[in-house]
């Protein structure tokens, strides 16, 4: 073999290894091993159909309505979530509840428990954080693709959860993801497809609702168990305070009579707020009178009033004149208020 046959023989072994190495790096299973994806030892969990007699979930219960926040998140959001490592927790927890106090037979999954838990995270994050169904398992599926973190539609504060229908098919899909793109083998599990997703959301639900994973796991248990859907941790607001009632108010109101306005006056001087008689004074007199605010107050003898009501808002004080033009003391009207609005003084004409 020549030298030159020999360096041909490098060149091309080198190619081939190198080849080889591209194609053993490449394909979705490798991708699927981002920061996000779950790891493919972790244990066995979600099931692809349920067991028998086990079309739906332990515990008959509602639907539970949304709930708000408490920290593990793939990406900016003002929702946050639980770290994995809780959420994989309860999740085991959950496997051993259906096997040792539901009694369920095991079936198979193509999901293992940590997929379980990352996925249906990263699901309802895009979910609460405004994406709709369609987007956020593209999004989620993205992400097992190798493509990274994907944007979420929106910020929002206060956590909304989808139905349990779009969870569960969004786990359907995951399974077949599995099955179909990421070619993974099938294993046993005690949960069913529909228990794993609905029980997983409910744990989120009360976790980012302010509950600790304690407290969270053993509300989920709850409900299993046929106890109701126990209220979430957030806090509850105070009652508003109750409006104060408005202050009394008002003022001192002061009416002046001089003996020069007597001619004026036939009987009494009569004060009166909202119409009812508060005070009356003689003439000549002045006097006061306390008027609580926003009473219409006249001034009123045996002929009739003088002028129009005025709306007590402070103190005041009044002063009667007759004017050029008065009458008689019986007096014929009408009666005339002159002067300007305000809390100063005013005068008081009583003419034809």
């Known amino acids: 073999m020549t030298h030159r046959h020999f360096r041909t023989l490098s060149v091309v072994f080198v190619i081939t290894l190198l080849l080889a190495n591209a194609t053993a790096c490449s394909g979705p299973e490798s991708r699927s091993h981002a ?4 790891s ?7 099931s692809a159909s349920g067991a028998a007699g086990s079309s739906a979930p332990a515990g008959v219960i509602p639907e539970p309505g949304g709930s708000r926040l ?3 998140v793939s990406g900016p959001t003002a ?17 051993a509840k259906y096997r040792d106090g539901l009694r369920r037979s095991s079936v198979l999954t193509y999901v293992d428990q940590e997929g379980t838990v990352v996925w249906v995270q990263e699901y309802l994050r895009y979910r609460v954080n405004l994406c709709s169904h369609v987007d956020a398992i593209t999004r989620v599926f993205q992400q097992i693709e190798g493509f990274g973190v994907q944007p979420v539609c929106g910020s929002t504060n206060t956590a909304t959860f989808p139905s349990r229908q779009q969870p569960l098919d969004f786990m359907v899909q995951l399974e077949a993801k599995y099955r179909d793109g990421l070619r993974r083998p099938s294993a ?4 069913d497809v529909e228990g794993n997703v609905i029980w997983v959301q409910e744990y989120f639900r009360y976790r980012v609702s302010g509950c600790d994973h304690s407290t969270s796991q053993q509300k989920v248990f709850d409900q299993i ?17 109750p409006t104060p009632a408005p202050s009394p108010g008002g003022g001192v109101f002061t ?9 004026c006056v036939v009987g009494a001087i009569q004060v009166r707020a909202n119409g009812a008689v508060l005070g009356q004074m003689a003439c000549p007199q002045t006097q006061s009178f306390s008027v609580s605010s926003g009473a219409s107050v006249t001034i009123c003898d045996n002929t009739g009033c003088w002028g129009s009501a005025f709306t007590m808002t402070g103190n005041r004080s009044v002063n009667l004149n007759c004017g050029s033009a008065a009458t008689s003391s019986q007096g014929d009207g009408p009666f005339v208020w002159l002067g300007g609005e305000g809390d100063g003084q005013r005068i008081l004409v009583k003419s034809r």
């Open 188 to 191: 046993p599990t005690f949960v």
């Open 225 to 241: 168990d046929g106890r109701g859907v126990a209220a979430n941790c957030t806090p509850v607001a105070p009652p508003p305070a």
């Open 255 to 263: 009416l002046s009579v001089s003996i020069s306005q007597c001619s």
């Open 70 to 72: 408490p920290s593990e």
């Open 79 to 95: 929702v946050s979530f639980p770290p994995r490592t809780e959420a994989l927790f309860f999740r085991t927890a959950l496997e």
């Open 40 to 46: 493919s030892t972790a244990p066995a969990a979600a």
């Open 35 to 38: 920061p996000t994806a779950p």
